[in-house]
C-alpha cells in the first residue's frame, strides 16, 4: 500500500451548520470549540452553527472557522487509527495542515489565521482588489498575459495554480479586469470572477506580512511531527524556523497546488484524504492525477465510510 496525505481545504468551503452535527454527537469535539471560542474571545462556534453566511464568510471568521472544523474531522477521524505520511492544505489549509502536523497548538492556530484573515483584510481597503478563476489556459500563456497588464501599470499575478486548466489570478480590480480580457482574448476558456474580499496571495498583500510576523511571533511554533508540503515551492517542511518563513512568503505569493499534489505523488503518496467542509481539493486532486485515490470526510457519516474503506484495502 502507498503513502497516505492528508489535505485541509481552504477559504471558501465554509459553510453555516459546520462542525455541528460532531459537537453534538462528541463531547470532546464540543470542548474543542469552547477551546476557540475562550482563545477568540467571542463565540465562533455560534457563527459556525448560526451563521448568517455573510458573517461566517468574513475572512477574519471563516479563516478560524475552517481550521476549527477541520481539526475536529481529524479528532473524531484519528480515533480510526488512520495516520498520514505527509499532510498539505490549500493557503488557509496549510496552518491546518501544521496543527494536525503538532507544529502549532490548535488554540494558537485558530488566534493565528484570525488574526492572518484582519490582516489580509486590512492589507487593501475593500473593493480596490479581487480575484479571477481563469479556466483552460496554459501557465506559461498566462504568465504572458499578468506581465503586460502589470508593466502597464496594473498590479495582477498568478494566485492559486489548483490543477491543469485552472488557475486563479490576483491583484488589482482594474489589473484582474485587464487581464481576464486578454486571457479570453488569447484563448482562455473562461474567467469566472471571484466573491472575494481582496486579492489574496498577490504583491499587494505584502504590507499585511509585517503584521503577521508579529502574530507568529506571539505564538509557539514547534518543528512538525510529519513533513507538510509547502504552498509557496511544494517541498517539504518540518523545521519551524522555515515554516514561519514560509508562512510570511504564502501570503503574498502564489499557491502551488498542482504542484504540491505532484511532488506528494512522487514521494509515493497514492491516498489523498480531505479533512474538513467541501470536497474542493478532492476535485482538484482528480484533475491532476486519476490514478490515485481521493477521498472527503466531513461528519460522522463520511468518516466511517471512509475509515471502512481504508481498512478494507489495507488488510
Sequence with gaps: MGKIAFVF???????????????????????????????????????????????????????????????????RFSEEGIVPDYVAGHSLGEYTALTAA????????????????????????????????????????LQEVVDEVTANGNAVGLANLNCPGQIVISGTKTGVEQASELAKEKGAKRVLPLNVSGPFHSS??????????????????????????????????????????????QLYSPVLWEDSVEALIAEGVDTFIEIGPGKVLSGLIKKINRQVRTFAIQDEE?????????????Q
Excluded: W
Design 102 to 141: 503538532g507544529a502549532l497548538s490548535f488554540e494558537d492556530a485558530v488566534y493565528a489565521v484570525h488574526k492572518r484573515g484582519q490582516c489580509m483584510e486590512e492589507a487593501v481597503p475593500a473593493g480596490e482588489g479581487t480575484m479571477a478563476a481563469v479556466l483552460g489556459m496554459e501557465r506559461s500563456v
Design 204 to 249: 499587494l498583500m505584502k504590507p499585511a506580512t509585517e503584521q503577521l510576523e508579529a502574530v507568529l511571533n506571539e505564538i509557539e511554533l514547534d518543528d512538525s511531527r510529519v513533513p507538510v508540503m509547502a504552498n509557496v515551492d511544494a517541498k517539504l517542511v518540518q523545521q519551524a524556523d522555515e515554516i514561519k518563513q514560509k508562512l510570511l512568503q
Design 9 to 75: 481545504p481552504g477559504q471558501g468551503s465554509q459553510v453555516v451548520g459546520m462542525g455541528q452535527q460532531l459537537a453534538d454527537q462528541h463531547e470532546d469535539i464540543r470542548q474543542l470549540f469552547m477551546k476557540a471560542d475562550e482563545r477568540l474571545g467571542f463565540s465562533l462556534s455560534d457563527i459556525m452553527f448560526n451563521g448568517p453566511q455573510e458573517t461566517l464568510t468574513l475572512t477574519m471568521n471563516a479563516q478560524p472557522a475552517l481550521l476549527a472544523t477541520s481539526m475536529a474531522v481529524l479528532q
Design 302 to 314: 463520511s468518516i466511517q465510510t471512509v475509515a471502512a474503506q481504508l481498512k478494507e484495502v489495507s
